[in-house]
């Protein structure tokens, strides 16, 4: 079964705490995804990883670094994190250039207070 | 760069009454594939629709969609809403040129009773 999986599915911290979430993808996909989605706002691309080690900002990045060390498996660090980075985080993989879709994983609510 | 407009932010209808969701773009590249995700309460976006043939008319669970280059437009039908289709509809483009999706900001539909 083809999936994305991200742990956890939810999460509270403390403003300042550093937070890590994880995700994984059973498909081989080269190209894996990290966005955060707000109300009104849709998705929006925080980084792509367009393979190990080779990983690229996306829209709004500041506040967030990654990891992609191996291929089926990308996380999402917030260091120190603050209020306004409560959000719903997905992560997503592809096969990459051209006209392929994405395969989301089920999300991380995260709060942080 | 690539762009994708969804006008509506919500849409409401009656059970049973047709719907459609816009979607525009703005692309420089030729090679061209668009998507509709729809993204139910709580769970991950999916892909709903997915075309790459110009006036093609391309179909999925009651729902059909029509890629118009000439108008930059694939909009999203259905005849007879149901209750199960309240959910987040986001419009997406993915172009030769890049290893992304571009999104729309997403539209909330609603079907009342």
């Known amino acids: 079964d083809m999936k994305v999986t991200q742990m956890p599915r939810y999460l509270i911290k403390r403003m300042g705490e550093n937070v890590l979430l994880e995700c994984g993808q059973d498909?081989?996909?080269?190209?894996m995804y990290w966005y955060r989605q707000d109300p009104g706002l849709g998705l929006q691309l925080i980084y792509i990883s367009y393979d190990v080690d080779s990983n690229s900002e996306g829209d709004i990045p500041k506040g967030y670094r990654v990891s992609r060390k191996k291929r089926e498996h990308f996380s999402l660090i917030l260091d120190s994190a603050k209020t306004n980075q409560t959000s719903v985080y997905f992560c997503a993989s592809s096969l990459g250039q051209g006209n392929s879709d994405y395969t989301f994983g089920s999300g991380t609510r995260l709060l942080v207070i | 760069g690539d762009s994708v407009t969804q006008t509506e932010g919500l849409v409401t209808v009656t059970e049973g009454l047709p719907v459609k969701l816009n979607c525009t773009y703005q692309?420089?590249?030729?090679?061209?594939?668009f998507f509709w995700y729809v993204q139910y309460l709580n769970e991950a976006p999916q892909v709903l629709l997915k075309?790459?043939?110009?006036?093609k008319r391309t179909e999925h669970q009651g729902f059909h969609a029509t890629l118009h280059k000439s108008s930059s437009s694939f909009h999203l039908q259905k005849s007879s809403a149901q209750l199960s289709d309240s959910a987040l509809y986001y419009c997406?483009?993915?172009?030769?040129?890049?290893?992304?999706?571009?999104f729309g900001s997403g539209t909330q539909l609603t079907v009342m009773p």
């Open positions: 997406a483009l993915s172009s030769s040129g890049s290893w992304q999706l571009i």
């Open positions: 692309t420089t590249y030729l090679t061209i594939a």
């Open positions: 075309s790459s043939t110009d006036n």
């Open positions: 498909m081989s996909h080269e190209t």
